[in-house]
């Protein structure tokens, strides 16, 4: 007979209506990101107008958040409320270690994304 047995409780499942409250504040946050790229590309494009590339990387810029909300969700759907969260949050950090690259990118190569001419 061991004495080191240990209980473990059993896994309940975590209510709808927290998921959908995690889903629904980590998406009001990607949703900003996604509006600071729009507003990104308005500004860049105003004096002169985007080369193509610029074009491609400014809207690629803006469509990468909805793609990592979309990633993490599917990812933490079928996982419990923390863990889910975490992979939103972790999503989150990578759109915005993202938008920062992109945001120094079109500082120091604005030549190459702005018509100059």
């Known amino acids: 007979m061991s004495g080191n047995t240990v209980e473990q409780a059993p896994d309940r499942p975590t209510p709808g209506w927290l998921a959908a409250l995690v889903v629904g504040v980590s998406g009001l946050f990607y949703a900003y990101a996604i509006w600071n790229a729009i507003a990104h590309i308005v500004t860049m494009?105003?004096?002169?107008?985007?080369?193509?590339s610029?074009?491609?990387t400014l809207v690629f810029g803006a469509a990468f958040?909805?793609?990592v909300f979309a990633l993490a969700w599917?990812?933490?759907?079928?996982?419990?409320?923390g863990e889910?969260?975490?992979v939103m949050l972790t999503g989150l950090s990578?759109?915005?270690?993202?938008?920062?690259?992109?945001?120094?990118?079109s500082i120091?190569?604005?030549?190459?994304?702005?018509?100059l001419s």
């Open 65 to 67: 958040p909805a793609i």
């Open 84 to 86: 889910l969260a975490l």
């Open 74 to 81: 599917v990812i933490g759907r079928r996982r419990n409320v």
């Open 94 to 105: 990578v759109v915005a270690v993202f938008w920062l690259s992109l945001v120094g990118y």
């Open 45 to 52: 494009s105003r004096p002169a107008g985007l080369t193509g």
């Open 108 to 115: 120091l190569n604005m030549s190459a994304l702005v018509n």
């Open 54 to 56: 610029g074009w491609i």
